[in-house]
């Protein structure tokens, strides 16, 4: 079996508090979108998402289809970057503070200084997932990981995502180890040649899958994985 190379983990569920994402991040944007799009619109990027919101609904306010997206939790282009805007000047503001579980950033240093190479994979933008880990309340974690990819590269339930995200870190997919709390994930994954552990976090109510190695924490998967280099 070839040594691990890099790990890549999903963020909600994972690194992140499911709540933080559900009861801080997305409040946040519901109440501050208004006013962004107000001060922001005439700027080409900002131009340009909200141009695509009207392509894809065409003949209403582009504010009520991005509050209408984020009430229902539609993962799609535009909104998921205009969030990260307003979570950019949330984080700059002192008004956010990335939520990470306290396993975590221990088990990512150790890891890193191991020489493993991190990212990060999720629904949430590149910029989204690089804030919560910048603005960490046990600091700037994001410097550890070499790159962040987002549903940019396709469905994390999709096995070609997966090898797009090996061929993007330039590596063979047995090199790589998938984490995540999401069984279909892990199975596309596993399909596209990744190793695999999922986290089965106290208190989530996540299911333990069958056909992937399962953890309760960080500290945890270093010895699933046969980490022992990079463990406590």
Known sequence: MLPLVAVVTSIEGTTTPPS???DVLVPFVRERLAGFLLAHADEPEVAGHLAEVRRLVPGQPELQTLLHWLARDTRIAPLTALQGMVWRDGYGEGGLAGAVYPDVPPVLRRWSAAGLRLYGFSHGSAEAQRLIFGHSAAGDLSRL???FFDTGVGSKREPDSFSR????MGLPPAEVAYLSDIEAELDA???AGMRTCQLVRSGMGTPASAQHPNAADFARVAARL???RAAP
Do not use: D, K, Q, V
Request: charged content about 5%; proline content about 0%; hydrophobic content about 60%.
């Open 226 to 228: 046969g980490l022992a």
């Open 165 to 168: 995200l090996a061929i993007g």
């Open 189 to 191: 994954a596993a399909t």
């Open 20 to 22: 933080f994402i559900r």
């Open 145 to 147: 990981f070499s790159g």
